[in-house]
């Protein structure tokens, strides 16, 4: 019985001598991986903030004449604009009126290249 009480007395002593770990302890641990999670959403977010920014220019530039690609997947070419809205010609006497909110992109004019000459 004397023994089963020396074994028990040692197995608390050295949980007592383990349990004291300080705070800063537990902290410095997990740090790195506060440190990548911190790092992830500050590149979210500046990320998010660019493209933002970038689409907010582009709005911006449209003026009449502008050719458009709305988000329903329509192009036309911007007849005039009045605050948010576009009057956007899409073909012969037909216009649309959309929202700002409503155009995917700018179309960039490109110069098609010639197609090639078929071999017989």
């Not at 004449?65 to 005039?80: A, F, H, M, R």
């Not at 899409?90 to 700018?106: F, L, P, T």
């Amino acid at each position: 019985m004397n023994t089963l009480l020396t074994i028990a007395e040692a197995g608390q002593k050295a949980a007592a001598a383990q349990q004291p770990q300080s705070f800063a302890q537990g902290i410095s641990g997990m740090l790195p991986f506060i440190i990548v999670i911190a790092a992830m959403f500050f590149l979210m977010w500046r990320g998010q903030s660019k493209e933002r920014k970038r689409r907010e220019e582009m709005l911006n530039s449209i003026m009449a004449g502008t050719k458009v690609l709305t988000l329903g997947g329509i192009y036309g070419i911007v007849d005039s604009v009045n605050g948010d809205v576009y009057k956007i010609k899409i073909a012969d006497n037909v216009k649309i009126e959309i929202n700002r909110a409503g155009i995917a992109s700018v179309v960039k004019e490109e110069t098609a290249a010639a197609p090639a000459e078929e071999k017989k």
